[in-house]
Nanobody, 123 residues
Framework: QVQLVESGGGLVQTGGSLRLSCAAS????????MGWFRQAPGKEREFVST????????GYADSVKGRFTVSRDNAKNTVYLLMNSLKPEATAAYYC????????????????WGQGTQVTVSS
């Protein structure tokens, strides 16, 4: 079983940047596609980004494309999400998870969720 711990969230002004980390323990995630999701209060959890096991293939929600960058360091068993040009609508708890298939943009295609890290973007 794998444990995921997200970190790096915080309070930032509109236009600012944050880098989130997702550290895995218990077993390697090097052979797993990973995903980032977010959930704002009163809203459903939504897809943000995904990265293949070797980092060669990535995907993004249209709302973050061009501003967010996902990456991973398999030597550290860690996945990252660099968020630039942040907007107030990005305020949410951000979660990472392990992809199990079949659709990488759907919540149901992931398991082993972390506890989340809060991102708040002030206007």
């Amino acid at each position: 079983q794998v444990q995921l711990v997200e970190s790096g969230g915080g309070l930032v002004q509109t236009g600012g940047s944050l880098r989130l980390s997702c550290a895995a323990s218990g077993r390697t995630i090097n052979y797993s596609r990973m995903g980032w999701f977010r959930q704002a209060p009163g809203k459903e959890r939504e897809f943000v980004s995904t990265i293949s096991r070797d980092g060669g293939d990535t995907g993004y929600a249209d709302s973050v494309k061009g501003r967010f960058t996902v990456s991973r360091d398999n030597a550290k068993n860690t996945v990252y999400l660099l968020m630039n040009s942040l907007k107030p609508e990005a305020t949410a708890a951000y979660y990472c998870a392990v992809y199990i298939g079949p659709n990488w943009s759907r919540v149901q295609s992931y398991n082993y969720w972390g506890q989340g890290t809060q991102v708040t973007v002030s206007s």
